[in-house]
């Protein structure tokens, strides 16, 4: 019987990182990367001080009660929905997520998911796909541009600054964004971001992202009423979590023309996708791949090993959520 802690790696990662965490515990992972029901993950983590987890697994009371040797819980994401922090903290467990390293690869993505929105991009590969490309036409996917227009952003925190930060310095828009907070002047003036309300952002933006957390507060902040506030020449990005957008009401805008098109990397229910929406021609979707270089996601999954290694060894986890059941 070796006495290195026991954890599990609930979902395959790169092998490197599982070796990695072999050097300091007994590993459980997950080669073939089957996704645990609530009842197998519950018996998976029977024994086990910690999890390396993903937004696949729901970590809530029930199964912390049924796992009370549980002592770490470290997430391969930025956002942490998918666990009940406050259930954690209550039992002393750490929560960790992965913030800062996924920051630009992620602003990057929502910039390009824009750009594709804006200028039809996966609308016209479809049709040339088709074999329906037969001749020049005017108007053929005529779009909108990005240049010079208004950028808005819900959710400003460090992917929407990033986003903020391509719009402003590299493609001349004019930034306006709503958040919980305003941000510091030394931070609105490099890019000349401007801080207004909600109805002001709906109504003034040419291209809105959304980049705010899901939280219940959170829940549909974008549903028919926030689309009908738009403009119809507008166009809706959504790289933040399924949940923030009301996927039903999106679909019908947009069959309705009330706004021009969206893009999204996120669904409610993923990964299954309301079926309104993959009816559309006037939406692109992607998988939830916002982090997804390999670069930023090897240095995600190194940050959420270094959590767990620091939890359980006595050392200072880098990114904790719950910092204060350190030191309990
Ligand atoms: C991905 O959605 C993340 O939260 O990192």
């Known amino acids: 019987m070796s006495d290195k802690p026991a954890v599990l790696v609930a979902r395959k990662v790169f092998p490197e990182v599982v070796q990695r965490l072999a050097q300091h515990f007994e590993v459980e ?17 029977q024994g086990k001080a910690g999890a390396f987890v993903t937004l696949s697994e729901r970590i809530d009371a029930a199964l912390l009660d049924a796992n009370p040797q549980l ?24 929560v960790s997520n992965t913030p800062d390293v996924l920051t630009e690869t992620t602003a990057d993505f929502g910039f390009a998911l824009m750009m594709a929105t804006a200028r039809r991009i996966t609308e016209s590969e479809r049709f040339l796909r088709e074999g329906r490309w037969d001749r020049w036409a005017y108007d053929m996917f005529a779009g909108s541009d990005l240049h010079g227009a208004t950028l808005g952003i819900l959710g400003m925190g ?33 890019i000349g971001a401007r801080y207004v309300d909600k109805e002001t ?8 992202v959304v980049v705010v957390p899901y939280s219940p507060q959170t829940h549909h902040a974008i549903g028919a009423a926030e689309l009908a506030r738009m403009k119809p020449s507008a166009t809706l990005t959504n790289i933040a979590r399924g949940g923030v957008v009301d996927d039903a009401a999106l679909a019908q805008a947009l069959a309705q023309g ?56 006595g050392g200072v986890p880098p990114t904790p959520v719950n910092a204060q059941v350190l030191g309990r």
């Not at 997950?30 to 983590?45: G, V």
């Not at 819980?73 to 956002?79: D, F, I, L, Q, S």
């Not at 952002?201 to 809105?208: G, I």
């Not at 939406?283 to 939890?311: E, G, K, Y």
């Open 29 to 45: 992972d997950n080669p073939t990367d089957h996704i645990h029901s609530p009842d197998e993950l519950r018996a998976r983590l």
């Open 71 to 94: 002592r770490a819980v470290c997430n391969m994401a930025v956002g942490y929905n998918n666990i009940d922090v406050g259930a954690c903290s209550a039992r002393g467990v750490l």
């Open 158 to 190: 460090r992917i929407g600054q990033g986003i903020a930060r391509r719009g402003a310095l590299g493609f001349g828009m004019q930034v306006i964004y709503h958040n919980r907070s305003r941000l510091p002047a030394d931070q609105e003036a490099p």
């Open 201 to 208: 952002l709906l109504r003034e933006a040419d291209h809105l």
């Open 258 to 313: 009330r706004i021009a098109a969206a893009g999204l990397d996120v669904f409610e229910g993923e990964p299954q996708v309301h079926p309104q929406l993959l009816a559309q021609r006037n939406v692109v979707l992607t998988p939830h791949i916002a982090s997804a270089s390999v670069a930023t996601r090897r240095a995600m999954a190194d940050l959420a090993a270094d959590n767990l290694i620091a939890a359980l060894t």
